[in-house]
């Protein structure tokens, strides 16, 4: 079946734009995770939806950015006003179960460059 | 709070050789822990878990042991191949399994 997908795979903004990054999780998946991944770094977590619920938001790393699963499945991220420090690879991952203790199922990621 | 130490690379080792990789972590409460692995030109994925103590997680002829006394969770394979070229993240999810946390990733190079 499908995995995770990611769009657009790679995304030019000059700073000060706003950007919308969209997931699509495997059908039925229950968890979905956002991560931002620098060059050379281990991703880290963003923000976590259990169906619609963002259950924790709290790696969001400012008030730019923002979440949103509304019907539990598709995901959209949002960063308001992109800062060159934003550029980075942001990954999607999902899950079957309620828990990040589940296998989590990794799409190809947004790579973001702010100019 | 929470978070995973791992070894850093490069780690380039001759086919058939044993690999370890180091992790350990510090958290509250009961974590999962997790090797996720990426190919080159592929995603992440998960190679092997442990959700409690003193448990092996085993995938692949890879195996970690969750050890709380010493808070590790190291990778070792007795034999690598070229195959096995690829960056290893160590990682946990914490005891409300609400938050992830992964290393830095340690990239290894098989070579033949």
């Known amino acids: 079946g499908a995995g995770v997908s990611q769009s657009p795979r790679y995304k030019v903004a000059k700073r000060g734009q706003d950007v919308a990054l969209r997931c699509d999780p495997i059908?039925?998946?229950?968890?979905l995770f956002w991560y931002q991944q620098a060059l050379g770094q281990g991703p880290e977590f963003l923000t976590y939806?259990?169906?619609?619920?963002?259950?924790?938001k709290s790696g969001l790393p400012s008030d730019r950015f923002f979440a949103e699963r509304p019907e539990g499945s598709v995901s959209t991220l949002k960063i308001q006003r992109t800062q060159q420090e934003d550029s980075a690879v942001y990954l999607c991952?999902?899950?079957?179960?309620?828990?990040?203790?589940?296998?989590?199922?990794f799409g190809p990621g947004t790579r973001l460059t702010v100019l | 709070g929470n978070s995973v130490t791992q070894m850093e690379g490069p780690v380039t080792l001759s086919e058939e050789a044993f690999l370890t990789i180091n992790c350990t972590y510090t958290?509250?409460?009961?974590?999962?822990l997790f090797w996720y692995v990426q190919y080159p030109g592929e995603g992440l994925q998960l190679l092997l878990k442990a959700t409690k103590a003193d448990d092996k997680g085993s995938n692949k002829g890879f195996e970690a042991t969750y050890r709380k006394e010493t808070t590790s969770f190291h990778l070792e394979k007795g034999s690598v191949q070229v195959s096995d070229s690829a960056v290893y993240f160590c990682a946990l999810s914490d005891s409300t399994g609400n938050q992830f946390y992964f290393g830095t990733g340690t990239s290894l190079t098989v070579i033949p």
């Open positions: 991952a999902s899950s079957l179960g309620g828990t990040g203790r589940d296998t989590q199922y």
């Open positions: 059908s039925g998946h229950v968890s």
């Open positions: 958290a509250t409460g009961y974590p999962s």
């Open positions: 939806f259990q169906n619609e619920a963002q259950l924790d």
